[in-house]
């Protein structure tokens, strides 16, 4: 073979067999949080999520929407990352004055029906409760994150990170319930694979039921 033929034969070859193993090293992982309380009773509703080098590199700030009906916030827990916006629609036929005091992020949305037409951006990372000044059962809670990593455990206290990139990881949980002196610890875990995490947060989760409005006029 010629030699400059086999050249070009040489780096074909590397070309299809060593790229797509330099992209293995970077593979895929899976990794399946499940959240128990301190007596082990599954938690929904918390929040979970990653912090690391593979996180930061990505930015996707996101347009949510915290809807109010039958005076009560839907959904009660959202998680966003910084720089995401949040819309607060009204799908109710009374009004709702929607506000939240949490340093985080202060504003009110004066008496409303319909879609206010701004929405609110959360610039900075930190938890946010909603209230409304009408109706002072109606309450919500926000978690900005400043990762792209992040999830709610569904009922059976689960949530799946699925394809994110192997390496080093600092987990962390946040429940609404949890008072701040318990603040989990965040934990360091090396994701490979697929992997299964338990956390057990220091509290007792309570069912949530939201009271109903004594007035049925407003
Ligand atoms: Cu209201």
């Not at 128990?36 to 347009?63: F, Q």
């Not at 701004?118 to 919500?140: E, Q, R, W, Y």
């Not at 949890?178 to 694979?193: G, S």
Request: net charge positive; charged share 20%; aromatic share 10%.
């Amino acid at each position: 073979m010629h030699t400059s033929l086999r050249a070009v034969v040489m780096v074909f070859f590397h070309l299809c067999v060593l790229i797509p193993t330099f992209f293995q090293i970077g593979m895929a992982a899976t990794l399946t949080v499940t959240v128990k309380d301190k007596d082990g009773k599954l938690v929904a509703d918390a929040v979970v999520y990653l912090e690391g080098k593979a996180a930061i590199s990505k930015r996707h700030p996101a347009s949510l929407e915290i809807a109010q009906k039958d005076k009560k916030f839907l959904p009660l827990v959202s998680v966003a990352q910084v720089g995401s916006s949040i819309s607060f629609p009204n799908r109710d036929e009374v009004q709702h004055q929607v506000y939240s005091f949490s340093p985080v992020k202060r504003f009110e949305l004066k008496l409303y029906a319909g879609t206010p037409s701004n929405p609110i951006i959360f610039d900075k990372a930190g938890t946010v409760a909603l209230g409304c000044n009408i109706h002072d059962s109606m309450l919500a809670y926000i978690l900005i994150v400043d990762t792209p990593l992040f999830g709610k455990t569904d009922a059976q206290g689960k949530f799946v990170f699925k394809d994110i990139t192997e390496g080093e990881y600092t987990v962390k949980t946040w429940h609404f319930q949890l008072p701040n002196e318990l603040a989990t610890k965040p934990q360091q875990v090396d994701i490979k694979n697929t992997m299964e995490l338990t956390l057990a947060l220091p509290f007792k989760a309570k069912e949530w039921s939201v009271p109903k409005s004594e007035n049925p006029y407003y």
